[in-house]
């Protein structure tokens, strides 16, 4: 009975440890999208499995294969600003990403002026923060920052994640990028 048992729990556990369509962090709840382009999509998924991606803004269904390492990528179509949108991914398990945006997506790079949250530095505050931070409230303004990660090659992968502008995720995001956004809203 025991060796029975330990093997349907060992069966169990190796179903549930099977890979599923997985995306890189850039991709994920809250996101923009660039629109009325052909987006890229990729990540990975079992080996030579068949991935479909269907999209509630044309409710076309993209399918690709992933090749012998689990790697997929495609091409999905974009439309005029606007959302919120769903992703359905599978490639037999099911993943959703959700309140997704059709929009500009702008791309904020630099050094310390760049870097410089709202919030300030030490000793260091950025002119007005308090006054913004109680009106900043846009569920149409997005935010990903990219944390700090040296690589020596490139990565598959970044550690971030996408927010709604809030008082929270103003106050850690870029003071130059925040304001850039705000000027094209």
């Not at 179903?15 to 990540?43: H, R, Y």
């Not at 904020?108 to 030490?122: L, R």
């Not at 006054?131 to 997005?142: G, H, P, S």
């Not at 598959?156 to 927010?163: E, F, M, R």
Request: aromatic share 8%.
């Amino acid at each position: 009975m025991k060796k029975l048992l330990c093997s349907a729990l060992l069966l169990a556990m190796t179903l549930a440890a099977q890979a599923e369509v997985k995306l890189p962090k850039i991709f994920g709840d809250n996101m923009v999208l660039q629109q009325q382009t052909e987006c890229n999509l990729w990540g990975t998924a079992d080996a030579n499995k068949v991935v479909k991606v269907r999209a509630s803004w044309n409710g076309k269904t993209y399918k690709t294969q992933a090749d012998a390492q689990g790697k997929w990528a495609m091409k999905i179509e974009t439309p005029q600003a606007g959302g919120p949108y769903e992703l359905s991914l599978s490639d037999g398990k099911e993943l959703k990403l959700h309140n997704i945006l059709i929009g500009e997506v702008w791309i904020c790079s630099g050094q310390s002026n760049m870097e410089m949250p709202m919030k300030g530095f030490k000793a260091q505050p950025v002119a007005g923060t308090p006054e913004e931070l109680m009106l900043c409230k846009d569920q149409q303004l997005r935010l990903f920052t990219v944390q700090r990660n040296a690589q020596l090659h490139p990565v598959d992968t970044v550690a971030g994640d996408w927010k709604e502008a809030d008082a929270a995720s103003v106050r850690e995001f870029s003071a130059a990028a925040y304001y850039y956004g705000k000027t094209l809203r």
